[in-house]
Protein backbone atom coordinates (compact mmCIF):
# COMPACT_ATOMS: atom_id res chain seq x y z
CA UNK A 1 0.00 0.00 0.00
CA UNK A 2 1.36 3.51 -1.27
CA UNK A 3 1.58 6.20 1.86
CA UNK A 4 -0.17 8.90 1.11
CA UNK A 5 3.07 11.05 1.24
CA UNK A 6 4.47 8.94 -1.70
CA UNK A 7 1.21 9.50 -3.28
CA UNK A 8 1.16 13.26 -3.57
CA UNK A 9 4.94 13.50 -4.90
CA UNK A 10 3.69 11.04 -7.30
CA UNK A 11 1.34 13.47 -8.20
CA UNK A 12 3.63 16.08 -8.71
CA UNK A 13 4.20 17.84 -11.68
CA UNK A 14 6.94 15.79 -13.81
CA UNK A 15 8.85 19.32 -14.04
CA UNK A 16 9.50 22.60 -12.09
CA UNK A 17 10.81 25.93 -13.69
CA UNK A 18 13.56 27.06 -11.12
CA UNK A 19 15.21 30.39 -10.78
CA UNK A 20 18.48 30.17 -8.79
CA UNK A 21 19.86 33.77 -6.87
CA UNK A 22 23.68 33.42 -5.77
CA UNK A 23 23.81 36.05 -3.30
CA UNK A 24 27.53 37.15 -3.28
CA UNK A 25 29.74 40.67 -3.04
CA UNK A 26 32.35 38.43 -4.72
CA UNK A 27 30.90 35.54 -7.25
CA UNK A 28 30.71 35.53 -10.83
CA UNK A 29 28.92 33.66 -12.77
CA UNK A 30 33.00 31.28 -13.37
CA UNK A 31 33.75 31.38 -9.94
CA UNK A 32 29.77 30.52 -8.36
CA UNK A 33 30.58 27.09 -7.61
CA UNK A 34 27.14 26.78 -5.41
CA UNK A 35 25.01 28.40 -7.82
CA UNK A 36 26.67 25.99 -10.61
CA UNK A 37 26.05 23.14 -8.72
CA UNK A 38 22.11 23.82 -7.52
CA UNK A 39 21.71 24.04 -11.93
CA UNK A 40 23.90 20.40 -12.01
CA UNK A 41 21.69 19.11 -9.34
CA UNK A 42 18.57 20.69 -10.47
CA UNK A 43 19.01 19.42 -14.09
CA UNK A 44 20.05 16.04 -13.76
CA UNK A 45 16.68 15.62 -11.07
CA UNK A 46 14.38 16.64 -14.33
CA UNK A 47 13.84 20.56 -13.13
CA UNK A 48 14.52 23.43 -15.79
CA UNK A 49 16.58 26.30 -14.63
CA UNK A 50 14.88 29.36 -16.26
CA UNK A 51 16.90 32.03 -14.71
CA UNK A 52 20.50 32.15 -13.08
CA UNK A 53 21.32 35.11 -11.61
CA UNK A 54 23.90 36.49 -9.84
CA UNK A 55 23.23 39.51 -6.72
CA UNK A 56 24.99 41.68 -4.62
CA UNK A 57 24.01 40.77 -0.62
CA UNK A 58 21.77 43.79 -0.78
CA UNK A 59 18.26 43.49 1.45
CA UNK A 60 16.29 45.55 -1.15
CA UNK A 61 17.54 44.04 -3.90
CA UNK A 62 17.47 40.29 -3.07
CA UNK A 63 13.72 41.41 -2.32
CA UNK A 64 13.49 42.95 -5.60
CA UNK A 65 14.11 40.23 -7.31
CA UNK A 66 12.37 37.45 -5.43
CA UNK A 67 8.92 39.69 -5.80
CA UNK A 68 9.59 40.42 -9.64
CA UNK A 69 10.47 36.95 -9.98
CA UNK A 70 7.08 35.72 -8.01
CA UNK A 71 5.21 37.82 -10.17
CA UNK A 72 5.43 35.64 -13.01
CA UNK A 73 4.29 32.66 -14.27
CA UNK A 74 7.79 31.85 -15.91
CA UNK A 75 9.31 30.90 -12.56
CA UNK A 76 7.75 28.61 -10.22
CA UNK A 77 10.39 27.57 -7.52
CA UNK A 78 13.28 30.34 -6.45
CA UNK A 79 16.32 28.81 -4.97
CA UNK A 80 18.91 31.71 -3.44
CA UNK A 81 22.31 30.44 -2.07
CA UNK A 82 23.94 32.60 0.17
CA UNK A 83 23.83 35.41 2.67
CA UNK A 84 22.32 33.46 5.50
CA UNK A 85 24.96 33.63 7.72
CA UNK A 86 25.14 35.88 10.77
CA UNK A 87 27.56 38.52 9.57
CA UNK A 88 26.43 42.34 9.38
CA UNK A 89 26.31 41.96 5.38
CA UNK A 90 24.15 39.28 5.37
CA UNK A 91 20.80 40.31 4.51
CA UNK A 92 19.24 37.21 2.36
CA UNK A 93 17.36 35.66 5.89
CA UNK A 94 16.25 38.99 6.38
CA UNK A 95 14.79 39.66 3.23
CA UNK A 96 13.60 36.14 2.14
CA UNK A 97 11.38 36.08 5.26
CA UNK A 98 9.94 39.40 4.84
CA UNK A 99 8.09 37.84 1.85
CA UNK A 100 7.26 34.71 2.64
CA UNK A 101 3.51 34.11 2.77
CA UNK A 102 3.95 30.93 4.20
CA UNK A 103 7.29 29.58 5.54
CA UNK A 104 7.96 25.99 5.74
CA UNK A 105 10.11 25.93 9.12
CA UNK A 106 10.96 22.25 8.80
CA UNK A 107 12.92 22.80 5.50
CA UNK A 108 15.40 25.01 8.22
CA UNK A 109 15.03 22.41 10.99
CA UNK A 110 15.74 19.55 8.80
CA UNK A 111 18.16 21.48 6.53
CA UNK A 112 19.99 22.20 10.56
CA UNK A 113 19.69 18.57 11.90
CA UNK A 114 21.63 16.90 8.30
CA UNK A 115 24.47 19.78 8.60
CA UNK A 116 24.92 18.73 12.76
CA UNK A 117 24.49 15.49 11.86
CA UNK A 118 26.37 14.64 8.76
CA UNK A 119 28.54 17.37 8.11
CA UNK A 120 29.48 20.29 10.11
CA UNK A 121 28.19 19.21 13.87
CA UNK A 122 27.18 22.43 16.32
CA UNK A 123 28.24 24.99 13.74
CA UNK A 124 24.83 24.34 11.89
CA UNK A 125 23.35 26.60 14.82
CA UNK A 126 24.71 29.46 12.29
CA UNK A 127 22.81 28.60 9.61
CA UNK A 128 19.67 30.58 8.68
CA UNK A 129 18.34 28.49 6.17
CA UNK A 130 14.53 29.24 5.26
CA UNK A 131 11.63 28.16 3.20
CA UNK A 132 8.18 28.89 2.39
CA UNK A 133 5.87 30.44 -0.31
CA UNK A 134 5.89 33.88 -2.24
CA UNK A 135 2.46 33.82 -4.05
CA UNK A 136 2.31 30.86 -5.73
CA UNK A 137 6.45 30.44 -5.89
CA UNK A 138 8.36 28.49 -3.41
CA UNK A 139 11.34 29.57 -2.36
CA UNK A 140 14.38 27.58 -0.87
CA UNK A 141 17.37 29.86 1.17
CA UNK A 142 20.36 28.22 1.80
CA UNK A 143 23.83 28.43 2.57
CA UNK A 144 26.43 29.24 -0.40
CA UNK A 145 29.05 26.67 0.78
CA UNK A 146 29.38 23.74 -1.99
CA UNK A 147 28.59 21.21 0.97
CA UNK A 148 25.18 22.93 1.82
CA UNK A 149 24.12 23.19 -1.36
CA UNK A 150 24.89 19.79 -1.98
CA UNK A 151 23.32 18.16 1.04
CA UNK A 152 20.00 20.76 0.55
CA UNK A 153 19.64 19.90 -2.77
CA UNK A 154 20.09 16.20 -2.77
CA UNK A 155 18.24 15.46 0.60
CA UNK A 156 15.37 17.97 1.07
CA UNK A 157 14.97 20.41 -2.38
CA UNK A 158 15.09 17.59 -5.03
CA UNK A 159 13.13 14.77 -3.47
CA UNK A 160 10.20 17.43 -2.34
CA UNK A 161 9.92 19.94 -5.04
CA UNK A 162 7.15 18.41 -6.94
CA UNK A 163 5.25 17.72 -4.00
CA UNK A 164 5.87 21.22 -2.36
CA UNK A 165 4.29 22.63 -6.41
CA UNK A 166 1.68 19.78 -5.75
CA UNK A 167 0.33 22.01 -2.60
CA UNK A 168 0.59 25.19 -3.81
CA UNK A 169 -1.00 24.34 -7.03
CA UNK A 170 -3.96 22.33 -4.68
CA UNK A 171 -4.89 25.41 -3.28
CA UNK A 172 -4.83 27.66 -6.20
Do not use: W
Not at 130 to 143: E, K, L, M, R, W
Request: proline letters at 3%; one cysteine or more; aromatic letters at 6%.
Amino acid sequence: MMKSVDEHRSQGPSTVNCMIITVSDTRTQETDAGGSLIQTILEAGGFNVVKYVIVQDDYEGIRELIHEASGTTEVEAIILTGGTGISPRDTTYEAVSSLLDKTLPGFGEIFRYLSYTEDIGAAAILSRAIAGTVNSTAVFSIPGSTGAVRLAMEKIIVPELRHVMREIYKSE
